[in-house]
């Protein structure tokens, strides 16, 4: 079945997640919040999340969701592979839907009421579409899912560049520090020079970004590498796994590979042959 193609659609779940956990993924992602606190660190932007967030995202840009013990965490998550719907758009419309999401691009947006309450109605559709188990529902529920990408590319069109704004002085100290990190991660880091860079304590800087992120900031550059090391292998295949680990900011092989398999559970070879197997 066609469906197949769809891996994800969590509607309405209230499950905190778990500290740490970044993903990188060849699927689109469309990230809902509809009630409590939390932030959601995608590449080297924070986004504080508040009720009406959307977010739409291509998976391989490193990302990760964080809640706060004692808050509530609802949201909506889908996350497809573009197969399921690029044939139906291409053959009958004159707009592109996956257009947001094929620039490679992230974007955030705070939906006003109106299109708060559209956005929702759109998604308790989908999930009613979604549990059902006939084969027209099925294809019902891609037909709402394309109208829902067309409601989020005319919402994108119309919001603009959205000024940020944080909650506290924490969360803008550990954004500077992700910009200065996505600068330099291929570098030596360490905490000495983000203190003179910044003006800021490093002691104070470290217990800040685990507090915002939920990880350590060497969990970040080396989980940023490894991150940078997939795509290079999936973007310019020609390059050698040495090139790649000292382009990185590794400076050695053996650490490198060591690293690699630590997250990904495979050597950065083994995950090169795959890679090419699936050409």
């Known amino acids: 079945m066609e469906r197949l193609y769809l891996l994800q659609y969590e509607y309405l779940k209230d499950v905190p997640v778990p500290e740490g956990h970044f993903q990188s993924h060849d699927n689109y992602e469309i990230f809902y919040f509809h009630e409590g606190k939390g932030n959601y660190l995608i590449g080297d932007k924070i986004h504080v999340l508040m009720p009406g967030t959307l977010i739409v995202m291509h998976g391989l840009t490193l990302h990760m969701p964080k809640s706060f013990d004692g808050h509530p965490y609802v949201r909506t998550l889908l996350n497809f592979d573009p197969g399921y719907f690029r044939a ?18 992230n974007y955030k947006v705070q939906l006003n009421d109106a299109d708060r ?11 009613r579409l979604y549990r059902a188990t006939d084969a027209v529902s099925h294809e019902r529920f891609r037909v709402v899912c394309l109208e829902m990408l067309f409601f989020i590319c005319q919402v994108l069109m119309k919001s603009g560049d959205e000024e940020v704004t944080f909650p506290s002085e924490k969360e803008q100290h550990v954004q500077n520090a992700l910009t200065y990190i996505e600068k330099n991660y291929m570098t030596d880091i360490c905490l000495d020079q983000l203190e003179e860079y910044l003006h800021i304590n490093k002691y ?3 217990r800040i970004f685990r507090e915002t992120t939920g990880m350590t900031m060497f969990h970040y550059i080396y989980k940023r590498r490894i991150n940078q090391a ?3 292998f999936l973007l310019e295949p020609e390059k050698s796994v040495t090139d790649v680990c000292y382009s990185i900011g590794f400076k050695n092989h053996s650490h490198f590979s060591k690293v690699f398999k630590q997250w990904e559970g495979k050597t950065p070879d083994q995950y090169r042959r795959l890679l090419k197997s699936q050409l």
């Open 117 to 127: 309450a559209e956005f929702e109605d759109l998604l308790h559709k989908m999930n």
């Open 204 to 206: 104070y800087l470290v």
């Open 88 to 105: 139906a758009s291409e053959h009958v419309f004159s707009i592109n839907p996956l257009e947001p999401f094929e620039r490679l691009g």
């Open 230 to 232: 997939k795509i290079l």
